[in-house]
């Protein structure tokens, strides 16, 4: 792998299931609205060894019209909604909750989507990194971001280890003082 | 509370990627990725009360935040 420039790293890397599935559902979902790509996947992007059952995407908010749309796009594509019908997964995102597609007939692995809502998730959405992977590219939060908010607020052994991996690939790269900005952003959300 | 053993192999592993080639890292990690998708295909075409069970826990897991 290799930093294009500041904002873009480019991966020679062969595609995995997952990545099969996230970049044919990227597809549809980059004609609607913008998203960045966040949690688990992102270490999992650089290499971690393991899988994971959902890969978490944050969107920016979109209306009824252009979310029917989207809908039936995915279902054109073979995904379908396994959490809930058209109509009350729209519901769901406005509440600030999750939406889960999955290929049809399976249930793991599957995307979730959720509007953001938070000051973290907004600066993941403003801030985030190109990865270029086969001639595709895909959005994915700010390492410094990924890394505070698996170190502070997830805090499972399985987070605080993808935060390590990180650390370890990115040695070179990864901005300390950067790091150390978000956890106290974050710090300061977790007590509102 | 991080295992330091497993902690020491995250980072072995961690560093096998950043100085081998993509192909040959993402090789090697897409065995343990895609048979860990496969052998859960397989269980829920084995066991399709369990998928069931599981999806009617993604339903009421969509109701909270």
Known sequence: MEWVDDYTIKLDKELSELDKLLFSFLQVLRKYTNYVIVSGYVSILFGRARATEDIDVIIEEIDWNAFQNLFKELENNEFWCINASEKNAFSLLEEGLRVRFAKKDEIIPNIEIKFYTSLAEKIAIENALSVAIQNRTIRISPLELQIAFKEVLLASEKDLEDAEHLREVFKDSIDEEKTEHYKKLLESEKKW | ?65
């Open chain 2, 1 to 65: 509370m991080v295992d330091n053993e497993r902690l020491e192999f995250i980072r072995l592993w961690a560093d096998y990627v950043r100085t081998h080639e993509d192909r040959e890292w993402s090789r090697q990690q897409n065995k343990v990725i895609d048979s860990q998708i496969n052998s859960v295909r397989e269980f829920y075409r084995r066991y399709p009360e369990i998928k069931k069970r599981i999806l009617e826990r993604y339903r009421l897991k969509g109701l909270k935040k």
